[in-house]
Nanobody, 123 residues
Framework: QVQLVESGGGLVQTGDSLRLSCAAS????????MGWFRQAPGKERDFVAA????????YYADSVKGRFTISRDDAKNTVYLQMNSLKPEDTAVYYC????????????????WGQGTQVTVSS
């Protein structure tokens, strides 16, 4: 069982930066692929970024490529999402997810989810 707790969301202006954190419980964190997804009001939950176990590879949605960076610190059981040059269309609830999977860009690849953290970008 893995429990995930996101933090770091907030209200920012266009062009600002935020860093989201996701703290995981469990001793096998390094074995899990970790992903970030987001869901805007009235829309489906979409893939944002993912990192394979032990950080072997990173993946990004086209909409965030070049602006967002995902990283992990296995010693701290934490995954991060650094978000730069934020835009109003980045406004959403951001969810952290963990899965023993190589299919890291789809919701179905993940077994555990956090409760989400709100990111609001004002224009």
């Amino acid at each position: 069982q893995v429990q995930l707790v996101e933090s770091g969301g907030g209200l920012v202006q266009t062009g600002d930066s935020l860093r989201l954190s996701c703290a995981a419980s469990g001793r096998t964190f390094s074995s899990y692929a970790m992903g970030w997804f987001r869901q805007a009001p009235g829309k489906e939950r979409d893939f944002v970024a993912a990192i394979n176990w032990r950080g072997f590879g990173t993946y990004y949605a086209d909409s965030v490529k070049g602006r967002f960076t995902i990283s992990r610190d296995d010693a701290k059981n934490t995954v991060y999402l650094q978000m730069n040059s934020l835009k109003p269309e980045d406004t959403a609830v951001y969810y952290c997810a963990a899965g023993l999977t190589w299919v890291v860009t789809t919701i179905s690849g993940y077994d555990y989810w956090g409760q989400g953290t709100q990111v609001t970008v004002s224009s």
